[in-house]
């Protein structure tokens, strides 16, 4: 196996005398020396290295019981989890409307109540539940290496806790006020990757028992599943955003969008007026004028149409990034309409890769 660390153990023969003809030491063995973390994805069917894509969301589909002093109040419930700041929470009563939960980001979030328009809610809450749900999904990912007993991880609201059991399983993660017990280890529903089923809750002297049917990793949703817009949807992210803070790591969604580029031969090598970024295209470089803005003299303009976009901080070659898009296209129920554009990052910083694909909706 590659890249793994190994130590020398000696085994010797304890002889009861040291004259001639004693036998020689046995064979030196190579015992390898895992990763720290390995232990702990080999318990849960992992792999060590977690895979390239976005495609590493959850579906988590079961029943809910809100315990409130003496009573509890059964639910039915389906989570979309896209990310430690990306949760789609449906949660629905027999006979009554569903009550659905968006958050998008650390500052936004909205809720529907009884299938009215959506509105604006505090986000704390539903993000502190965002981080928990997804670093115990994906535990050891993303972990610091540390040993048996009990983990622990900065996040943006502070100190994650995470202890794992004997079967080095995790077993109860906390953060701040918000404490979960986690229990039911069983496969995924297309994976043999085990999950926790059972989750209890207790935050702010409250107490909520999840109980899933169902778990589909390796999932894929679109960034606007965790928005109510169904309009334009923000286009910022076909430009190169620096160094990612601005916004999560992975983003993917069909935007539509006209297109509006220069090649080098036609000027564009010294084009600095107007906002845009520099595109791998057919072998050729253009200048990618940013959507929205008026026509630029000398373009090749395309109509509006749907383009699937990945943005991503991984180090990913078009070649990678075409194959991976062809890939997922079926799970979006669309096909490829023409080539790859591809805004790979600078390799002297850190910076976003942007591949952009145009598609046709089925």
Not at 79 to 102: E, I
Not at 173 to 180: A, N, T
């Amino acid at each position: 196996m590659k890249n793994q660390f190994w130590f020398t153990v000696g085994l010797v023969a304890l002889l009861g005398s040291c004259g001639d003809g004693a036998p020689e030491p046995e064979p030196e063995v190579q015992v390898p020396l895992v990763p720290p973390l390995a232990k702990y994805a080999e318990a849960r069917g992992m792999a060590v290295k977690e895979p390239i894509g976005p495609d590493k969301q959850f579906r988590l589909v079961g029943e809910l019981a809100f315990h409130l002093e003496d009573q509890v109040m059964p639910q039915d419930g389906e989570l979309l989890l896209g990310g430690s700041s990306r949760m789609q929470f449906k949660v629905m009563s027999a006979g009554f409307y569903t009550n659905t939960f968006l958050l998008a980001s650390a500052e936004e979030c909205w809720v529907q109540k009884h299938n009215k328009e959506f509105e604006e809610y505090e986000p704390l809450e539903l993000w502190k539940e965002s981080i928990l749900r997804w670093h115990a999904l994906r535990f050891p990912w993303g972990w610091q290496d540390a040993e048996f007993g009990e983990f622990t991880l900065e996040t943006k609201l502070g100190t994650l806790t995470l202890e794992v059991n004997e079967q080095l399983l995790p077993s109860r993660i906390s953060l701040r006020d918000s404490h979960v017990a986690l229990s039911d280890w069983r496969t995924a529903s297309n994976s043999a990757v085990l999950y926790p089923m059972h989750w209890d809750w207790t935050y702010e002297g409250r107490r909520r028992v999840e109980s899933f049917q169902s778990l589909h990793d390796r999932s894929l949703f679109v960034d606007s599943a965790f928005t109510p817009q169904t309009g334009q949807r923000d286009r910022t992210y076909l430009l190169d955003v620096g160094d990612g803070n601005e916004v999560s790591g992975e983003l993917l969604d069909i935007l539509h969008a006209a297109w509006q580029s220069i090649g080098v031969a036609e000027g564009a090598d010294w084009f600095t007026g107007a906002p845009g970024q520099w595109y791998e295209h057919q072998g050729e470089r253009r200048f990618v004028f940013e959507p929205g803005i008026e026509s630029q003299p000398g373009a090749e303009v395309l109509e509006a149409r749907d383009w699937l976009v990945w943005s991503t901080l991984q180090k990913v070659s078009a070649e990678q990034a075409q194959a991976y898009l062809a890939s997922v296209l079926p799970q979006l129920q669309a096909t490829a309409d023409g080539d790859l554009w591809s805004h790979l990052s600078e390799n002297d910083r850190v910076g976003r890769s942007v591949f952009v694909l145009p598609v046709i909706r089925k």
